[in-house]
């Protein structure tokens, strides 16, 4: 399974911009970049996913690297809700999704 | 559709004894899959089905656990002999087929299992 590395824990204030970092240095041709993210005492929750463009939805954006090594999400303005556990897996269409640590992010009000 | 569904919430059980638990997937998905997890780990693969076929088990599948989806829709996941390390939230999540789109998961919000 397709690795991914991103910091324990980062921390921000409310109302402004989030940037969480993922590297994924062994990544393939087919994988696709998903983020997931888990509210306290909740299942997942999809956020995004991409493959080579960067991408936007109601929730957030993802920055990739052009030569996909890493990537970037973004939240554009923080808000109390969005504290949770934020994880980047790679995958490749409908196969199980492998995740890791994640980064648990603090917001601040 | 409300999502994906499971039941119980919350299951309290004593060592040696064996417990079900249930997921109902979003109806027209025919991938399910079933992860564990520990407190401040991320979620582990189990299991996942494609319509009532098993494809996949992982390693942490021992032979106390068995898991079905008979007639491709709702899924259970047996626990027998139940040991304190099984104490864990055992999450299902389902995608729709591919070519219908971003096949992101849909999780549950999990069966909490305490063995005491």
């Known amino acids: 399974d397709a690795k991914t590395t991103q910091p324990n824990s980062m921390e921000s204030n409310e109302e402004e911009p989030v940037h969480l970092p993922c590297n994924h240095s062994?990544?393939?041709?087919?994988?696709?970049i998903h983020w997931y993210r888990q509210l306290p005492s909740q299942g997942p929750e999809y956020v995004i996913h991409?493959?080579?463009s960067n991408v936007n939805n109601r929730m957030a954006s993802l920055a990739i690297a052009e030569d996909r090594k890493s990537s970037t999400l973004i939240l554009h303005r923080a808000t109390l809700r969005d504290a949770a556990v934020y994880y980047c897996?790679?995958?490749?269409?409908?196969?199980?999704?492998?995740f890791g640590q994640g980064t648990r992010l603090t917001i601040n009000p | 559709d409300t999502g994906v569904s499971q039941d119980p919430r919350h299951k309290i059980t004593k060592r040696g004894q064996n417990v079900t638990f249930r997921c109902d997937p979003i109806?027209?998905?025919?991938?399910l899959y079933w992860y564990r997890q520990t407190l401040g780990q991320g979620p582990e693969f189990l299991t996942y089905?494609?319509?009532?076929?098993?494809?996949?088990k992982s390693r942490l599948l021992s032979d106390r656990f068995s898991a079905e989806r008979p007639k491709g829709s709702f899924s259970t996941l047996e626990i027998q002999r139940t040991e304190q390390g099984d104490s864990a939230m055992y999450l299902c999540?389902?995608?729709?087929?591919?070519?219908?789109?971003?096949?992101?998961?849909?999780f549950g919000q999990g069966t909490r299992l305490t063995v005491v």
């Open positions: 999540a389902s995608t729709a087929p591919m070519g219908q789109g971003a096949p992101e998961a849909f």
């Open positions: 062994t990544i393939s041709g087919t994988d696709y």
């Open positions: 991409g493959l080579t």
């Open positions: 897996i790679l995958r490749q269409g409908a196969q199980k999704l492998v």
């Open positions: 109806s027209e998905h025919n991938r």
């Open positions: 089905f494609q319509n009532e076929a098993q494809l996949e």
